[in-house]
């Protein structure tokens, strides 16, 4: 099993569509997470980090349900600005220095 | 600041030939890492170094060598090219500080490898 699976997409919505991305972990001594987005032919950037209650910036939510081991993004009122591939990522625990990354969700959004 | 650059951009390399990958980063990071990213299989992590003067092995380092050459560069060479290693590789570094902020990876831009 990977360490961390995502939705294999592609998702193809209109725009003002809500959509939901899910991801799953398998190691439980994971301590940290996030969403990175990856436009077309350019490098990964943090969208936000998972916190435990959970956090919204905007139209983006994140959940993190631990004893579940999963992670989703909500993209509320979606723009064409929005397409991009989002990047699960989860860091372990122990002070590791290295992250993990989803192999990744591909959105686009339609006019 | 230019935050994390690297060269070249784009390359061309026969199997068997070397060639050095070039990052630096300006942001006073204390780790810098390498990834592949291949169609389908997400990014892997070549190499990477806590720290200023130690580097480890990551999930896919066969083929490959690193040098944390001081605080802000971080080389990645490939001695004997193979088609295999044809990719995006891109560099990244982080300030481990926690927190809210604490973690966050920048990356560079990519460079774009064929192996013919």
């Known amino acids: 099993r990977k360490e961390v699976e995502q939705d294999p997409g592609p998702f193809n919505v209109p725009e003002g569509a809500t959509v939901a991305f899910n991801c799953t972990y398998s190691?439980?001594?994971?301590?940290?997470f996030f969403w990175y987005r990856q436009d077309c032919r350019k490098e990964p950037k943090l969208l936000m980090s998972v916190y435990s209650s959970g956090n919204e910036d905007g139209r983006f939510t994140a959940q993190l349900n631990r004893a579940s081991q999963y992670i989703s993004l909500l993209i509320r009122d979606s723009k064409l600005s929005d397409s991009a591939t989002y990047l699960c990522v989860v860091r372990r625990q122990g002070g590791s220095e290295k992250l993990v990354f989803g192999k990744g969700t591909k959105l686009t959004v339609n006019p | 600041n230019a935050g994390v650059t690297q060269t070249p951009k784009f390359q061309v390399l026969k199997t068997g030939q070397s060639m050095t990958l070039q990052c630096a980063q300006d942001?006073?990071?204390?780790?810098m890492y390498w990834y592949r990213q291949d169609p389908g299989m997400g990014l892997r992590l070549i190499y990477y170094s806590a720290s200023e003067g130690t580097t480890d092995k990551g999930e896919v380092p066969n083929g490959y060598n690193v040098s944390r050459l001081n605080k802000r560069e971080f080389s990645l060479r490939l001695e004997s090219a193979a088609p295999s290693q044809t990719s995006v590789y891109f560099c990244a570094s982080t300030f481990w500080g926690g927190g809210r902020s604490g973690y966050e990876q920048y990356f560079g831009p990519g460079t774009r490898l064929t192996v013919t």
């Open positions: 942001m006073n990071h204390n780790s």
């Open positions: 190691n439980s001594a994971s301590q940290s």
